[in-house]
């Protein structure tokens, strides 16, 4: 008769340790290999984007690119349409050395997947906010996203090009190989739309909202008591219309781009964030660029927010006259009660930021 070998138990747990620890040391080796491979493309990437540049510059000779400029709105949103209209500008200006595809609604993936692309050094633009881009290595960028920040898209125009969004900015090409062409485009604050009106902040108590799962939004929505639900945005319409969620907030232009209010009836205008929206890209794919046609993208970019914004404002009369003939009820939101219960958003970020970003937003 065969016995079957039993250990102790305090050589059972040595024996389990040892294995764990083996197990660990191979994880981590996997790791690191994986993180020296990556690092190694992205480095080789960047070389051969300089190496381009230099001779390029050297011989009088730009290097025709094409960049892909990718959003996860539809063709109807007045971001995709003026980002067009730059790209046509920027065409023109470099005399068709930089060229441009569109891809709207999502058709290379989400934000992250072309961010991704973009920071493996592929020529991908991507329409993202400093919210999405603060977990890429510059987590204040969430911060300039939190609840009643801006008043206005004037001090936002003020506050993306600061010395201290300029620092961030320089902090995220240096980590994740994406480099911010402008992070101005304003479309408008933003408001909730629903199934009901949630004119104080403890009408949102148990409502299903559509939030996405970045930590600026999670961290201001969160205290509202509402049953926080990851949607695409590209899903929401139908998130809506099927009850997954019962509500969502975008700005005025967004929900007509979108026609979320075809499936909620109901919006309260709170205001509650004017988000740092715009257009990112991969460092070295810009950094393989001539000086003077880099500056004409920086250049047109900017231009393109500062159109949006503008237009945004002018819209806005307008969506809603034509939302009101499309049977939605507008209702006004008690904005203190909403400042003073999202104020602990700021409970995460150390002391003295908040004055920091208003001092840079309200410059002269």
């Not at 070389?47 to 510059?57: V, Y």
């Not at 500062?306 to 939605?328: H, N, P």
Request: with cysteine; aromatic share 8%.
């Amino acid at each position: 008769m065969v016995r079957e070998k039993r250990l102790r138990p305090e050589t059972l747990a040595r024996h389990c340790q040892s294995k764990l620890a083996i197990e660990q040391s191979k994880n981590r080796e996997k790791t690191m290999k994986k993180t020296s491979i990556a690092q190694g493309m992205r480095h080789s990437l960047a070389a051969t984007a300089a190496i381009s540049a230099i001779l390029a510059a050297g011989t009088g000779v730009a290097q025709d690119i094409t960049f892909r400029i990718a959003s996860v709105n539809p063709p109807t949103a007045l971001s995709v349409q003026l980002a067009e209209q730059v790209a046509e500008r920027i065409t023109e200006r470099t005399d068709g050395r930089i060229a441009f595809q569109m891809f709207p609604s999502a058709q290379l993936g989400t934000t992250a997947d072309s961010l991704e692309q973009a920071s493996q050094g592929l020529p991908v633009i991507t329409f993202t906010s400093a919210s999405f881009m603060s977990q890429f290595g510059a987590p204040q960028l969430a911060a300039v996203d939190g609840p009643f920040v801006v008043d206005n898209a004037e001090e936002g125009e003020t506050l993306a090009f600061s010395d201290l969004m300029s620092g961030y900015y320089d902090q995220l090409a240096e980590t994740s190989g994406v480099r911010v062409l402008a992070l101005n485009w304003f479309d408008g604050p933003r408001h909730m739309i629903g199934s009901e009106a949630y004119s104080e902040p403890t009408d949102l108590e148990g409502v299903k909202m559509r939030v996405p799962s970045v930590e600026t939004w999670l961290n201001t929505f969160e205290p509202l008591g509402v049953v926080a639900t990851t949607v695409e945005a590209a899903e929401t319409y139908s998130a809506l219309a099927q009850g997954v969620v019962t509500a969502a907030e975008a700005p005025l232009t967004g929900l007509r781009a979108s026609r979320w209010y075809e499936n909620a009836k109901q919006i309260t205008l709170t205001g509650h964030f004017n988000l740092f929206l715009g257009w990112v890209t991969s460092e070295s794919a810009l950094a393989g660029l001539p000086d003077a046609d880099r500056a004409i993208m920086m250049e047109e970019f900017r231009k393109g927010g500062q159109d949006l914004a503008a237009q945004s404002v002018e819209l806005d009369q307008e969506v809603i006259a034509e939302f009101e003939a499309a049977g939605v009820t507008f209702h006004e939101a008690d904005r203190d009660a909403y400042r003073e219960a999202t104020a602990s958003f700021w409970d995460h970020w150390p002391d003295g930021l908040y004055e920091q970003i208003r001092s840079a937003a309200t410059a002269e």
